[in-house]
């Protein structure tokens, strides 16, 4: 899910000290339809550096926006990240797979008056529906295009269903993505070369992601009779919850990330497992594979 975190990243780099809360819930029925619901909120501070870029955008590119010379964002567009228009989220419908519409979309704020917008999406066939990296909202796919990240189907971090008779099957890529869906590599690359230790690189960028939280769920409409899912509440089952900020600041994690840079052909991935296992303020399924049989 990368391109998301493209959006906190502009925030870090401007100095924004918190940038967006995001949950996608997927709504499923027996009968293999259902909806699939996103909320994108933002905090006041990333809204006011949004409107400061998108009005620098306007004056040095008139109306169209400021384009880039050469490679690079179009920061005209954060402007509509907050406030997207029923068009462009009909066109995002494409992202969560073959057949899924748009249904209605809503602007509002959270309980922490963060503003932004829930959009649901319906579908017809649990079986066709993809989470992953081109489902994310509005302007944001064409600012992380601009950017350099191309929003290809992801082989990690992407979340499929199968659907057989009464019996759900889950398949979710967090476990396999591990870190990589949270931590930069090239931020990691430069920590070293200012001589600081990678878990050091972490720590400061915990202190920029105040209150930033990413969730991935699945609802059973008329409830679980089974499953063997980790994280099961009534009938919600969480594949991935984390508090960005307490993530990246846990200890543990800074052990395994200077691990990793020292001698990453020393890290199994049953050692990346257990340790999204300890991370406390991050919930996520470690399965490759979760079975739900339906009520």
């Not at 199968?162 to 590599?185: C, N, R, Y």
């Amino acid at each position: 899910m990368r391109p998301l975190f493209l959006l906190f990243s502009a925030a870090v780099l401007l100095g924004c000290t918190s940038c967006l809360r995001t949950s996608t819930v997927v709504r499923v029925k027996k009968d293999g339809t259902g909806t699939i619901t996103s909320r994108y909120h933002f905090s006041p501070e990333t809204l006011a550096m949004m409107e400061q870029l998108g009005n620098l955008g306007d004056a040095l590119g008139g109306a169209q926006g400021a384009r880039p010379a050469v490679g690079g964002p179009d920061v005209a567009l954060l402007q509509d990240l907050a406030k997207p228009d029923e068009t462009s989220l009909k066109e995002d419908a494409a992202g969560f797979g073959e057949g899924v519409r748009y249904a209605k979309h809503e602007a509002g704020k959270d309980d922490d008056g963060w503003e932004g917008y829930t959009v649901v999406y319906e579908f017809e066939d649990i079986r066709k529906v993809r989470i992953d990296q081109q489902s994310i909202p509005g302007k944001a796919k064409e600012f992380a295009k601009a950017a350099g990240e191309d929003a290809k189907p992801a082989e990690t971090g992407s979340i499929t269903f199968d659907l057989k008779g009464d019996v759900l099957t889950i398949k979710s890529g967090f476990a396999k993505a591990g870190m990589g869906e949270f931590v930069d590599p090239e931020q990691l690359d430069q920590a070293k070369q200012m001589g600081m230790k990678p878990s050091d690189s972490i720590k400061m960028a915990a202190g920029m992601t105040k209150d930033m939280r990413v969730g991935y769920f699945v609802r059973i409409d008329g409830g679980i009779a089974e499953t063997n899912a980790t994280h099961v509440t009534g009938d919600l089952i969480t594949l991935s919850d984390a508090d960005m900020s307490k993530v990246l600041a846990d200890p543990d994690l800074g052990v395994f990330i200077d691990k990793v840079a020292t001698d990453p052909k020393a890290v199994t991935p049953e050692q990346q497992k257990e340790l999204l296992g300890k991370l406390e303020a991050m919930a996520v399924e470690t399965k490759e594979e979760v079975t739900v049989k339906l009520k």
